[in-house]
């Protein structure tokens, strides 16, 4: 149990600090949207890998582990709601979009990951 | 330099909690991730929207809570991945069931958490 909290911490920690790269990065191609298209990235990259961490490595193996909490603070769930509550006070059809693209590719993308 | 550093603490702590509310819930693992999820929402809406009402926050360690600890507390990866695996292991009703319960909670939490938001900013308005 204590092991499982540390490796889910750290892979989080190392996680949250590629994504605030990730997000500054991206920001700075796409500013003139108001699609948020860092976070969209983000999730969408993160359920690939996880999809395909899970396809490759053996389970109970360490580095399973380890990759999977990587990506838990990676990829964030938080966000993409309160992107698309903010996005829906000024364009409606655009949060729309974000919302239900953002979960049907983001399965999708973890499927691929897993089968390929 | 401090932001990051508040990143990685904060962002250790929120996937500490994950993973031991996941431990704790062993076979329950789906139910725990929908919790954190809508939980996270909320509280993330909070941080930035009623929080700095309450306490005086620096940029940085406002960064450090909504990437670090609500970030690193809440995953989307495991949504998808627990969606796949749900629905390839033909349990096709508890897959529908997880995805709704976590996309139209997810975007109540997060509502909520903003309108509580307005409410604080209004209410430091009128006190002026």
Redesign the interface.
């Known amino acids: 149990?204590i092991k499982?909290?540390?490796?889910?911490?750290?892979?989080?920690?190392?996680?949250?600090?590629i994504?605030?790269g990730v997000?500054n990065g991206l920001k700075q191609i796409f500013h003139k949207t108001a699609f948020p298209a860092a976070t969209f990235f983000?999730?969408i990259s993160?359920?690939f890998?996880?999809?395909l961490v899970?396809g490759q490595l053996p389970k109970n193996a360490f580095t399973l582990a380890f990759f999977?909490?990587v990506?838990?603070?990676?990829?964030?769930?938080?966000?993409?709601?309160?992107e698309?509550?903010?996005l829906s006070t000024q364009k409606k059809i655009l949060a729309m979009i974000y919302?239900i693209v953002?979960?049907l590719l983001?399965?999708l993308?973890?499927?691929i990951g897993?089968v390929i | 330099m401090r932001r990051i550093f508040y990143i990685f603490l904060l962002g250790f702590i929120g996937g500490a909690m994950r993973g031991y509310f996941t431990a704790l819930a062993g076979p329950n693992h789906f139910a725990a991730t929908v919790a954190i999820n809508l939980i996270g929402a909320f509280v993330l809406a909070f941080i930035t929207g009623a929080l700095p009402y309450l306490i005086e926050l620096s940029d940085d360690l406002t960064i450090g809570l909504s990437v670090g600890l609500v970030g690193g507390f809440t995953t989307f990866s495991t949504f998808s991945y627990d969606s796949v695996n749900l629905l390839l292991n033909h349990k096709i009703g508890l897959g529908l069931f997880y995805i709704l319960i976590s996309l139209i909670g997810g975007l109540l939490m997060a509502e909520l958490g903003t309108h509580l938001g307005h409410r604080f900013e209004k209410g430091v308005d009128n006190n002026d």
């Not at chain 1, 499982?4 to 600090?17: D, N, P, W």
């Open positions: 149990m499982t909290v540390l490796i889910v911490g750290l892979g989080a920690a190392i996680g949250s600090l994504r605030f997000t983000i999730n993160g359920s890998l996880l999809g899970n999977v909490a990506l838990g603070g990676y990829t964030t769930f938080s966000t993409y709601m309160n698309t509550v903010q919302y953002s979960a983001g399965i993308a973890a499927l897993y």
